[in-house]
């Protein structure tokens, strides 16, 4: 530590990635941050940063950074194109935008978007937007979103975590959890290290041998694209092999003892519409919430005058067709590791079993399954990923010591989860979350689009955002009658993050308006007309760094409410949070009223806290307001005392709520199958019946290849990424000091490749590479020859190929994995707009 | 007499890379310059795969190679184990560099800025142009330890993979982790007698 005089020290919080993880200490001196250190004495990490926290202080001194205003004066827009930018007035900044959103506003204000992947700030995301009557591009999402909807309903949350402390046996799937990966990157490494001392046992499924996966008890390659088929291979071992299913929990807690006809649907009570249940004890269907605890898992019987089965017992027949030796043939696993990794998994459950903690009696399932993104981008990506996800709730493990529990789940404070007239749980989100992502259930009712992103075809689904370059491609095909005029895009690079920079370049191009925060000149930068600095999160404050939907360990731990403060001063007095500048905007363009009326709304501001719509109040103002209404302290707590950090006790019903919860989770999806009834009427109103596939709107979770399981003509190999704990944002590949790091790793930047395949194709470890997908998209690298890739694939990180020209670093350091995506509907899954990441590439030498 | 000395837990590392870079802005050193370095090894064929990560940076020898070789008296040995270098007294023979074993002394040559177009406000505090034809390496960061801190790669090593402490008190954490976890020293067979055990 430094004791110099003239060196400060300030505590905050970080923000190298979206986790929001660590509490810090920054050394300053004459406003240059020389280094920032873990803060002993904040949770979660408790003195603990990563890599990228470390370096840090090299990115606000970024000799590119954007200092005034700056509007573009070459009308020709393109990857590469230098927009020839020519330093405006803050004051002519606003005679430009002003005058346009006034004009939107009056015309029709679904002609504006707001893009942005901000977590800090989202809790202004949806005030802002509705303020102006705008609509929401999720940016970032394209590969990531799609296991918050099982996530929703099994953990309650929009994200979730291994109960580290007391697994004994950990299947990662597709993610590197606890590894400076995933939603708490860096409190995660140490619990997991800390489970292996003790003995948990970990397996990594994964067609890469990652970090992870290399330092994992054991790696389990699998094919792309394959694992819902092992999902339900998994269930089908658990339930008609093994017995290693929580009986007792599946009739308690599930929907898996409701009576289902041969239409599919629930047999209902005819006069009070509730689901019916069979009783043993009473021999009798009764309503599912007046039954003993005896209720038929199996058997037929007859209700109504129909005849019918516990949903259970449909999906145990039904996944009898997902067999080991068929599984096998498919993923590429052997039939034997499938067969013992399902048993391993299922007793290492100990199903049954309880724990007594804080005097409480509560279920045991040291068991914890936890996937992510890795699974989840697939043409049938909602079957698969809560194929996956059910596991867990198969062995009772959701929300309970031991297994996986959501984040921020239960917080009596404020919210808990409560159920619905089906006693389906409803997870709490709607209390908490503030912008354009919404529950997986229930059922949302079906219209015809009103905005982009299509989501009222998405009735079961969180987001759909995958879907804005889709109809941005084709407007009308959706009904949408208007063009998208004016886009306010800040930290997100839709160049650069999303698919082909050149298809998505040609895409933005129809947007009249692009309104571009930058904190440096980055792809999505180089599309914009008019660019406005940003500040950097070591310049600005964050009174609600970790918003409750995420970001705060599971279990026991207390909860911990973060405040970002500056560490140093923006290199102008000009530059501010872009949220500040949005609020600026929001004052003259009159529409402060309306953005305060919906912050009052969404933020659910008691009536002693909420705004006058009349008065103009500060970030500042605004933030202390949502402090004092959900917490009971304001920003003075933070700053008379110099913490980052508000701590309240976690009861024990909040560390693990699975017990405590009203409902029963969703096994059988029956409100699939009437969603999907409800969106084939649309559908075929809108003429879209032979681009828009409705066939996954079924009860019953299906595997079916995807459209490039096979070998599409000569693209013969499948393309995966990974990700390191030294990258996370396009923003870590412009940072020299991340940068050296990485190439410390000899595969990092590479294009990887076996060497049997490499051998197959006349390619040497090092020779620079082309990798051409399906697509017709190309991306280039260097062959980095590995026995850690499944020889069917070739591996690219998920942020390498920087093209930008406004960013020296960075630029061309491996191949970029999302230049090789085009977009078609054909490769999506309509459920949800994940777009399928299993395709296939050729390669050849450069 | 204090002996100083830290344990690498090689099962709880995971080659994240946070001791590299929290040393690297500890010391502030240029381009291309790490005192601190995680090696990766890949072992094993298809499936059967396993990567593991070695920390490796000055051992802190009880026997320096580079003390008993640089021509200009460069490196000491302090009496707490510590072995400490003074740039001012180096010419560049870069000796040290032939006859340290483990690859752990950096030599800077000329120093480039992180970003292109010159050196940022960081690099001119850090002033490595007047280190320039000079060697460097790990100090275990003495100047922390005189604060009764630990290394700045201890403090921040997110998966507690690293300890430091006495080697001469039995009772420390780090003597009873290289007793129960039988803890080795890199080439041992030298006669160098590191500072620095590895724990299997």
């Given at each position: 530590?430094?004791?110099?005089?003239?060196?400060?020290?300030?505590?905050?919080?970080?923000?190298?990635?979206?986790?929001?993880?660590?509490?810090?200490?920054?050394?300053?001196?004459?406003?240059?941050?020389?280094?920032?250190?873990?803060?002993?004495?904040?949770?979660?990490?408790?003195?603990?940063?990563?890599?990228?926290?470390?370096?840090?202080?090299?990115?606000?001194?970024?000799?590119?950074?954007?200092?005034?205003?700056?509007?573009?004066?070459?009308?020709?827009?393109?990857?590469?194109?230098?927009?020839?930018?020519?330093e405006?007035?803050?004051?002519?900044?606003?005679?430009?935008?002003?005058?346009?959103?006034?004009?939107?506003r009056?015309?029709?204000?679904?002609?504006?978007?707001?893009?942005?992947?901000?977590?800090?700030?989202?809790?202004?995301?949806?005030?802002?937007?509705?303020?102006?009557?705008?609509?929401?591009?999720?940016?970032?999402?394209?590969?990531?979103?799609?296991?918050?909807?099982?996530?929703?309903?099994?953990?309650?949350?929009?994200?979730?975590?291994?109960?580290?402390?007391?697994?004994?046996?950990?299947?990662?799937?597709?993610?590197?959890?606890?590894?400076i990966?995933?939603?708490?990157?860096?409190s995660?490494?140490?619990?997991?290290?800390?489970?292996?001392?003790?003995?948990?046992?970990?397996?990594?499924?994964?067609?890469?041998?990652?970090?992870?996966?290399?330092?994992?008890?054991?790696?389990v390659?699998?094919?792309?694209?394959?694992?819902?088929?092992?999902?339900?291979?998994?269930?089908n071992?658990?339930i008609?092999?093994?017995?290693?299913?929580?009986?007792?929990?599946?009739?308690?807690?599930?929907?898996?003892?409701?009576?289902?006809?041969?239409?599919?649907?629930?047999?209902?009570?005819?006069?009070?519409?509730?689901?019916?249940?069979?009783?043993?004890?009473?021999?009798?269907?009764?309503?599912?919430?007046?039954?003993?605890?005896?209720?038929?898992?199996?058997?037929k019987?007859?209700?109504?005058?129909?005849?019918?089965?516990?949903?259970?017992?449909?999906?145990?027949?039904?996944?009898?067709?997902?067999?080991?030796?068929?599984?096998?043939?498919?993923?590429?696993?052997?039939?034997?590791?499938?067969?013992?990794?399902?048993?391993?998994y299922?007793?290492?459950?100990?199903?049954?079993?309880?724990?007594?903690?804080?005097?409480?009696?509560?279920?045991y399932?040291?068991?914890?399954?936890?996937?992510?993104?890795?699974?989840?981008?697939?043409?049938?990506s909602?079957?698969?990923?809560?194929?996956?996800?059910?596991?867990?709730v198969?062995?009772?493990?959701?929300?309970?010591?031991?297994?996986?529990?959501?984040?921020?789940?239960?917080?009596?404070?404020?919210?808990?989860?409560?159920?619905d007239?089906?006693?389906?749980?409803?997870?709490?989100?709607?209390?908490?979350?503030?912008?354009?992502?919404?529950?997986?259930?229930?059922?949302?009712?079906?219209?015809?689009?009103?905005?982009?992103?299509?989501?009222?075809?998405?009735?079961?689904?969180?987001?759909?955002?995958?879907?804005?370059?889709?109809?941005?491609?084709?407007?009308?095909?959706?009904?949408?009658?208007?063009?998208?005029?004016?886009?306010?895009?800040?930290?997100?690079?839709?160049?650069?993050?999303?698919?082909?920079?050149?298809l998505?370049?040609?895409?933005?191009?129809?947007?009249?308006?692009?309104?571009?925060?930058?904190?440096?000149?980055?792809?999505?930068?180089?599309?914009?007309?008019?660019?406005?600095?940003?500040?950097?999160?070591?310049?600005?404050?964050?009174?609600?760094?970790?918003?409750?939907?995420?970001?705060?360990?599971?279990?026991?731990?207390?909860?911990?409410?973060?405040?970002?403060?500056?560490?140093?001063?923006?290199?102008?007095?000009?530059?501010?949070?872009?949220?500040?500048?949005?609020?600026e905007?929001?004052?003259?363009?009159?529409?402060?009223?309306?953005?305060?009326?919906?912050?009052?709304?969404?933020?659910?501001?008691?009536?002693?806290?909420?705004?006058?719509?009349?008065?103009?109040?500060?970030?500042?103002?605004m933030?202390?307001?949502?402090?004092?209404?959900?917490?009971?302290?304001g920003?003075?707590?933070?700053?008379?005392?110099?913490?980052?950090?508000?701590?309240?006790?976690?009861?024990?019903?909040?560390?693990?709520?699975?017990?405590?919860?009203?409902?029963?989770?969703?096994?059988?999806?029956?409100?699939?199958?009437?969603?999907?009834?409800?969106?084939?009427?649309?559908?075929?109103?809108?003429?879209?019946?032979?681009?828009?596939?409705?066939?996954?709107?079924?009860?019953?979770?299906?595997?079916?290849?995807?459209?490039?399981?096979n070998?599409?003509?000569?693209?013969?190999?499948?393309?995966?990424?990974?990700?390191?704990?030294?990258?996370?944002?396009?923003?870590?590949?412009?940072?020299?000091?991340?940068?050296?790091?990485?190439?410390?790793?000899?595969?990092?930047?590479?294009?990887?490749?076996?060497?049997?395949?490499?051998?197959?194709?006349?390619i040497?470890?090092?020779?620079?590479?082309?990798?051409?997908?399906?697509?017709?998209?190309?991306?280039?690298?260097?062959?980095?020859?590995?026995?850690?890739?499944?020889?069917?694939?070739?591996?690219?990180?998920?942020?390498?190929?920087?093209?930008?020209?406004?960013?020296?670093?960075?630029?061309g350091?491996?191949?970029?994995?999302?230049?090789?995506?085009?977009?078609?509907?054909?490769?999506?899954?309509k459920?949800?707009?994940?777009?399928d990441?299993a395709?296939?590439?050729?390669?050849?030498?450069? | 007499?204090?002996?100083?000395?830290?344990?690498?837990?090689?099962?709880?590392?995971i080659?994240?890379?946070?001791?590299?870079?929290?040393?690297?802005?500890?010391?502030?050193?240029?381009?291309?310059?790490?005192?601190?370095?995680v090696?990766?090894?890949?072992?094993?064929?298809?499936?059967?795969?396993?990567?593991?990560?070695?920390?490796?940076?000055?051992?802190?020898?009880?026997?320096?190679?580079?003390?008993?070789?640089?021509?200009?008296?460069?490196?000491?040995?302090?009496?707490?184990?510590?072995?400490?270098?003074?740039?001012?007294?180096?010419?560049?023979?870069?000796?040290?560099?032939?006859?340290?074993?483990?690859?752990?002394?950096?030599?800077?040559?000329?120093?480039?800025?992180?970003?292109?177009?010159?050196?940022t406000?960081?690099?001119?505090?850090?002033?490595?142009?007047?280190?320039?034809?000079?060697?460097?390496?790990?100090?275990?960061?003495?100047?922390?330890?005189?604060?009764?801190?630990?290394?700045?790669?201890?403090?921040?090593?997110?998966?507690?993979?690293?300890?430091?402490?006495?080697?001469?008190?039995?009772?420390?954490?780090?003597?009873?982790?290289?007793?129960?976890?039988?803890?080795?020293?890199?080439?041992?067979?030298?006669?160098?007698?590191?500072?620095?055990?590895?724990?299997?």
């Amino acid at each position: 530590m430094n004791t110099q005089d003239d060196v400060k020290q300030i505590k905050s919080v970080c923000y190298m990635c979206q986790g929001n993880d660590s509490g810090i200490i920054g050394y300053v001196k004459d406003n240059v941050l020389l280094r920032v250190e873990g803060d002993p004495e904040s949770p979660p990490c408790y003195g603990k940063i990563c890599v990228k926290s470390q370096s840090s202080p090299f990115v606000p001194i970024n000799p590119n950074r954007v200092l005034k205003p700056m509007i573009r004066t070459n009308p020709e827009k393109g990857v590469g194109i230098d927009p020839k930018w020519k330093e405006i007035s803050w004051e002519e900044a606003y005679d430009i935008i002003i005058p346009k959103i006034k004009k939107i506003r009056e015309e029709n204000p679904l002609k504006m978007v707001i893009n942005t992947f901000d977590y800090p700030s989202l809790h202004f995301a949806g005030p802002l937007m509705l303020g102006f009557g705008a609509q929401f591009y999720f940016g970032g999402a394209t590969w990531c979103g799609w296991y918050h909807n099982p996530c929703y309903q099994y953990h309650l949350s929009f994200f979730r975590e291994a109960d580290y402390e007391r697994c004994n046996y950990l299947l990662l799937w597709g993610t590197q959890s606890g590894h400076i990966i995933d939603a708490l990157p860096v409190s995660s490494a140490k619990k997991l290290a800390d489970a292996r001392e003790r003995g948990c046992k970990v397996v990594v499924i994964d067609p890469i041998c990652t970090p992870c996966a290399g330092r994992a008890d054991e790696w389990v390659p699998i094919k792309p694209g394959t694992d819902g088929m092992l999902g339900l291979c998994f269930i089908n071992l658990l339930i008609n092999d093994y017995g290693l299913y929580d009986k007792e929990f599946i009739k308690t807690k599930t929907n898996g003892p409701y009576l289902v006809g041969a239409d599919e649907l629930y047999i209902r009570d005819q006069e009070t519409n509730k689901p019916l249940v069979w009783d043993e004890d009473k021999n009798e269907a009764v309503h599912f919430d007046q039954a003993s605890g005896n209720l038929a898992l199996t058997g037929k019987f007859t209700v109504n005058g129909q005849e019918c089965h516990p949903s259970f017992e449909l999906i145990r027949n039904h996944v009898k067709k997902y067999t080991v030796e068929k599984t096998a043939e498919i993923t590429t696993i052997p039939a034997e590791t499938i067969r013992r990794i399902v048993k391993e998994y299922g007793e290492a459950a100990r199903i049954g079993s309880t724990i007594v903690i804080d005097g409480q009696e509560l279920p045991y399932r040291p068991a914890t399954l936890l996937t992510g993104k890795g699974t989840a981008n697939h043409r049938r990506s909602m079957h698969t990923i809560f194929a996956i996800e059910m596991i867990n709730v198969l062995i009772g493990g959701v929300n309970v010591p031991g297994g996986v529990l959501g984040i921020g789940t239960s917080y009596k404070k404020r919210w808990s989860v409560t159920a619905d007239e089906d006693g389906i749980n409803l997870s709490p989100n709607s209390t908490y979350w503030h912008f354009g992502a919404f529950d997986s259930y229930p059922a949302r009712p079906v219209n015809r689009p009103s905005t982009y992103n299509l989501f009222e075809l998405t009735p079961c689904n969180s987001f759909s955002d995958n879907f804005f370059p889709i109809a941005l491609s084709d407007p009308r095909k959706f009904g949408l009658d208007y063009d998208i005029e004016f886009m306010v895009t800040s930290h997100t690079n839709p160049m650069s993050g999303y698919i082909s920079p050149f298809l998505m370049g040609e895409l933005l191009k129809k947007i009249k308006f692009i309104l571009g925060f930058a904190t440096e000149k980055n792809e999505g930068t180089e599309m914009c007309d008019l660019v406005l600095p940003n500040a950097h999160w070591t310049e600005r404050y964050d009174p609600m760094a970790n918003m409750p939907f995420k970001f705060q360990t599971v279990g026991e731990s207390d909860w911990y409410w973060f405040f970002r403060r500056p560490l140093i001063k923006p290199p102008d007095p000009s530059i501010k949070h872009w949220v500040e500048i949005m609020l600026e905007i929001v004052e003259r363009a009159g529409c402060t009223p309306d953005v305060l009326n919906w912050s009052n709304i969404l933020w659910s501001l008691k009536p002693e806290n909420a705004f006058d719509p009349e008065k103009k109040y500060t970030f500042m103002e605004m933030n202390d307001a949502y402090i004092k209404d959900r917490h009971g302290i304001g920003i003075d707590y933070y700053e008379k005392s110099g913490t980052q950090v508000f701590r309240e006790k976690k009861s024990i019903d909040e560390a693990y709520p699975g017990p405590f919860v009203p409902g029963r989770y969703n096994i059988y999806m029956e409100y699939w199958k009437r969603a999907g009834e409800d969106l084939r009427r649309v559908i075929k109103e809108m003429g879209l019946e032979k681009e828009w596939d409705t066939d996954d709107y079924k009860p019953l979770l299906d595997w079916e290849p995807g459209p490039s399981f096979n070998p599409v003509n000569d693209y013969d190999l499948h393309v995966v990424n990974y990700k390191a704990a030294c990258h996370t944002f396009t923003h870590t590949m412009v940072n020299p000091l991340t940068l050296e790091i990485g190439h410390t790793y000899p595969w990092l930047y590479g294009a990887m490749i076996h060497p049997a395949m490499a051998k197959k194709k006349g390619i040497k470890d090092g020779d620079p590479i082309w990798i051409e997908s399906e697509y017709g998209y190309r991306t280039k690298g260097n062959a980095s020859l590995t026995e850690g890739i499944h020889p069917d694939c070739i591996g690219v990180m998920g942020l390498g190929g920087r093209l930008t020209h406004g960013e020296p670093v960075g630029r061309g350091v491996g191949p970029h994995w999302n230049s090789l995506f085009g977009q078609d509907l054909s490769k999506m899954d309509k459920m949800n707009s994940s777009l399928d990441s299993a395709i296939r590439v050729k390669i050849y030498k450069v | 007499m204090i002996r100083w000395g830290m344990t690498i837990d090689l099962k709880r590392c995971i080659g994240c890379q946070s001791c590299s870079m929290a040393c690297k802005m500890k010391n502030g050193t240029p381009p291309g310059i790490f005192y601190r370095k995680v090696m990766e090894k890949v072992t094993g064929k298809y499936p059967t795969v396993r990567r593991s990560y070695i920390p490796i940076s000055c051992m802190h020898c009880s026997d320096p190679p580079c003390a008993r070789n640089c021509p200009t008296g460069v490196f000491y040995k302090r009496e707490d184990g510590i072995v400490m270098y003074d740039s001012s007294k180096c010419y560049g023979a870069k000796v040290c560099r032939m006859a340290c074993p483990y690859d752990a002394i950096s030599f800077i040559d000329k120093v480039e800025s992180y970003y292109p177009g010159g050196f940022t406000p960081i690099e001119k505090i850090w002033d490595n142009q007047s280190r320039e034809g000079t060697a460097g390496k790990c100090d275990f960061c003495a100047d922390r330890i005189a604060e009764g801190l630990k290394p700045s790669c201890v403090k921040t090593c997110p998966t507690d993979a690293l300890k430091f402490g006495d080697l001469n008190d039995v009772n420390s954490e780090v003597s009873r982790l290289i007793l129960t976890r039988d803890g080795y020293q890199l080439h041992a067979d030298l006669g160098t007698n590191p500072s620095v055990y590895y724990l299997p």
